[in-house]
């Protein structure tokens, strides 16, 4: 094999179908399972369904939120497309669905009950905050950084 069909082989199979759909999806998949409950018992047939909801949830997260370049990765401009575009695509929906897990992941009341206590030090309270902010940043930061890369091209 030569480094061209090496290079096909990573952006088309892994890059292009795998990784653009599939990891996305997992954030989805295990942010939606602890409101979904399914036995987990057999291994293979529960790697199976995650590996299928994930990717489901993945190609659905960009007809959703990303409906213009699905429908472009679809057609004959996908022979053109290069790493850069997938990559920027995989950092748009790896932020999209960091935040949409973020929507789901806050519990305010929690957070609250943490400062209710009568505890001098709220130590705990506000490293989960501080968490909770860091998370939403880094989904901003990456979505930004797809929106950004859209307007150059």
Known sequence: MNNEKINA????????????????????????????????SDGLLSLLIIVIFSWVLGMLLEMVFFKKVYH????EKEANSNVNEHLNLLYGKLGI???????????????????DRSYKD?????FIVIKFL??????IFLYLHYLKSRIKD
């Open 97 to 115: 669905s960091i935040l949409i897990a973020c929507l789901f992941w806050i519990d305010i009341e929690a957070i609250m009950n943490y400062f």
């Open 122 to 126: 709220h130590t705990e309270a506000v």
């Open 72 to 75: 472009t990765r679809r057609t």
């Open 9 to 40: 082989f990573f952006n088309d199979i892994v890059l292009n179908k795998f990784v653009l759909n599939f990891v996305p999806g997992l954030i989805l998949f295990f942010t939606f399972s602890s409101f979904v409950n399914f036995s987990v």
């Open 134 to 139: 860091v998370v939403v940043l880094t989904g």
